[in-house]
């Protein structure tokens, strides 16, 4: 899904869910924020580090996403790592909890991003990579990047 249309700001991502997991698929999600919460995500203060997603009692709730406190907040600002309420349709997430349960899945959110004034969660059902995935990986891409240095050589000389 590509965020560089028009009304689309990504705030934050999640590179390293890209490096530890095998992505399946990906969803969009709402995220149920406070008022000291979406000011400090407008301005870009999230990270999402650690972060997954679970359903429980036919919710979805985000675990582990750090939103920094407002600034300007007084005492009524908002705790960093509180657990918020995902918003998706009740069939995807009820989908999603069989895909869980059943195959070994996980739920990891990849980026924050505003959509239309809205914060929104780009989700992904991910299974873990083990140590040569990543190897492989590593090697694939610095062949990739090998092989296109030459060709700009070449291309130059």
């Known amino acids: 899904m590509s965020k560089e249309k028009a009304g689309t700001k990504t705030i ?6 890209r490096h530890d997991y095998h992505i399946e698929q990906v969803y969009e999600a709402g995220i149920e924020l ?9 301005a870009a ?13 036919g919710e979805l709730l985000l675990y582990n996403v750090h939103i920094s406190p ?32 059943e195959r070994g899945y996980s739920l990891v959110p990849l980026s924050i991003y505003l959509k239309g004034g809205w914060a929104k ?17 590593l090697k694939k891409k610095e062949s990739t990047r090998d092989i296109e ?9």
């Open 12 to 17: 934050a991502q999640n590179r390293k869910a």
């Open 70 to 101: 407002y600034e300007q907040g007084n005492r009524f600002n908002h705790e960093p790592e509180r657990t918020r309420k995902l918003l998706m349709r009740r069939l995807e997430i009820l989908k999603l909890n069989g895909l869980i349960r």
């Open 149 to 157: 240095r030459a060709l700009r050589e070449r291309q130059k000389g």
């Open 34 to 42: 406070t008022g000291t919460e979406i000011k400090s995500v407008r």
């Open 45 to 57: 203060r999230v990270q999402l580090k650690d972060s997954f997603a679970r359903v429980q009692n």
């Open 121 to 137: 969660v780009e989700l992904a059902l991910v299974k873990g990579k083990k140590n040569y995935d990543k190897r492989e990986d």
